[in-house]
């Protein structure tokens, strides 16, 4: 059981285009997801955190008007990279629980590429 | 407030010995903790929990830990180290939200 999927798994885009991720629990309702970014050899950075219904909490120096997150569903949350630049390619993980501070079951990530 | 110390960024075993990664932790309360292990372009794996019930914890894939409050610490062992175990692992305590220790990559030798 709990299980996280995302999708794409890569994506290459042009500079100034829009990426949409997907993260979705498929055998679990998410109240709480998360969006982390990871840079080679590096820990992980939480992005925000989505609460379903909610607007989503975005760390600090994470501009939000960015990297939008809606959490439209108890299941799915999306990430969209708007105007997305070369600086923006990462590796990027979703993660869902029950709660704030329950255990966090993470998705495969997503490989951004931006030319 | 919490943090998280791997204290060791790489760990070189041979295969069939014992594995140690440590990891320290601090936390104004009872935390919970947790090991993740997390293979090249992969998502992360949770390996273990521990939320206050019992101090040693089993996981999967052999692997346990041990939750010592005097030392402050959970360090993750196996006894015997596989090729597959060859991976980035991360410590990491939760409050509100994760935080991540920086990582230990283990490498077990053939």
């Known amino acids: 059981g709990a299980v996280v999927s995302q999708h794409p798994s890569w994506v290459i885009c042009k500079s100034g285009t829009s990426v949409k991720i997907e993260c979705r629990s498929l055998?679990?309702?998410?109240?709480?997801m998360f969006w982390y970014r990871q840079f080679p050899k590096q820990s992980l950075m939480l992005m925000a955190t989505s609460n379903e219904g909610s607007k989503a909490t975005y760390e600090q120096g994470v501009e939000k008007d960015k990297f939008l997150i809606n959490h439209a569903s108890l299941t799915l949350s999306t990430l969209t990279v708007t105007s997305a630049h070369p600086e923006d390619s990462s590796f990027y993980i979703c993660s869902a629980s029950s709660g704030s501070g329950d255990t966090q079951y993470f998705g495969p990530g997503t490989r951004l590429t931006v030319l | 407030a919490q943090s998280v110390t791997q204290l060791d960024s790489h760990v070189s075993v041979s295969e069939g010995t014992p594995v140690l990664l440590r990891c320290n932790y601090s936390?104004?309360?009872?935390?919970?903790l947790f090991w993740y292990v997390q293979h090249p372009n992969k998502g992360l794996q949770l390996l273990l929990k521990?939320?206050?019930?019992?101090?040693l914890v089993k996981g999967i894939n052999g692997f346990e830990a041990e939750f010592k409050k005097s030392e402050t610490s959970f360090h993750l062992t196996k006894p015997s180290a596989h090729m597959s175990d060859a991976a980035e692992y991360f410590c990491v305590v939760s409050g509100s939200k994760f935080y991540f220790g920086s990582g230990t990559k283990l490498n077990v030798k053939p």
């Open positions: 055998d679990f309702q998410a109240t709480t």
């Open positions: 936390s104004s309360y009872s935390p919970s």
């Open positions: 521990y939320t206050s019930a019992a101090t």
